[in-house]
Nanobody, 123 residues
């Protein structure tokens, strides 16, 4: 059983910073990808950033230069440092784990989601 536990959300003024953390527990394969998605009210869930077990990263265009994803693979933990926050960054942020290599990825079968953490940016 894999569990993802997120922390670090909250309320911040525009221009401020927050750091999200997500710790994965259970049977985690050495080749995997962890990431963050977000969902604003009335919107679809969207990718924010991802990082593979090899350290490759990808970001949504809207957060490039402001957000940084990193991980501590020894602790199966992923972080999202969010700087220069904007009101449009307000959303519930979800941690995601693809547990295995991409060639074996079956959405819903070998991936996991955290419970979500609210990030609110006031103007």
């Amino acid at each position: 059983q894999v569990q993802l536990v997120e922390s670090g959300g909250g309320l911040v003024q525009a221009g401020g910073s927050l750091r999200l953390s997500c710790a994965a527990s259970g049977t985690i394969f050495s080749i995997n990808k962890m990431g963050w998605y977000r969902q604003a009210p009335g919107e679809q869930r969207e990718l924010v950033a991802g990082i593979t077990s090899g350290g490759s990263t990808n970001y949504a265009d809207s957060v490039k230069g402001r957000f940084t994803i990193s991980r501590d693979s020894a602790k199966n933990t992923v972080f999202l440092q969010m700087n220069s926050l904007k009101p449009e960054d307000t959303a519930v942020y979800y941690c995601h784990l693809r547990n295995g290599p991409i060639r074996e990825y079956v959405p819903g079968a070998n991936d996991y989601w955290g419970q979500g953490t609210q990030v609110t940016v006031s103007s």
